[in-house]
């Protein structure tokens, strides 16, 4: 069993940044490959980023593309979504998941593991 615990959500101003962490202090995150999703009221759960167990391959939604990017430190067992230039339709709740394999999932069914979500919330 793998537990994930999502942080570093809040309220923000259009046009700020938040960087999020995910980490497990049960279990090594190496082995892993990470994804980031995201729901916001009344959507369905969307796809915002993945990454490899080592790293060497992430996958990031064109909705964000340029503007948010995934990245981990295996050795602190945590992955990060560094959100930049944020807009108002970037509020959900986001959620990290995590599924033993060499690909990049993108789809959530394809995760095994998720955290409980951390809420983003971007004023316009």
């Known amino acids: 069993q793998v537990q994930l615990v999502e942080s570093g959500g809040g309220l923000v101003q259009a046009g700020g940044s938040l960087r999020l962490s995910c980490a497990t202090s049960?279990?090594?995150?190496?082995?892993?490959?990470m994804g980031w999703f995201r729901q916001a009221p009344g959507k369905e759960r969307e796809f915002v980023a993945g990454i490899s167990w080592s790293g060497t391959n992430t996958q990031t939604a064109e909705s964000v593309k340029g503007r948010f990017a995934i990245f981990r430190e295996n050795a602190k067992n945590t992955v990060y979504l560094q959100m930049s230039s944020l807009i108002p339709e970037d509020t959900a709740v986001y959620y990290c998941?995590?599924?033993?394999?060499?690909?990049?999932?993108?789809?959530?069914?394809?995760?095994?593991?998720w955290g409980q979500g951390t809420q983003v919330t971007v004023s316009s």
């Open positions: 998941a995590a599924r033993m394999t060499s690909r990049v999932p993108v789809i959530p069914n394809d995760y095994d593991y």
């Open positions: 049960r279990r090594t995150l190496s082995s892993y490959a």
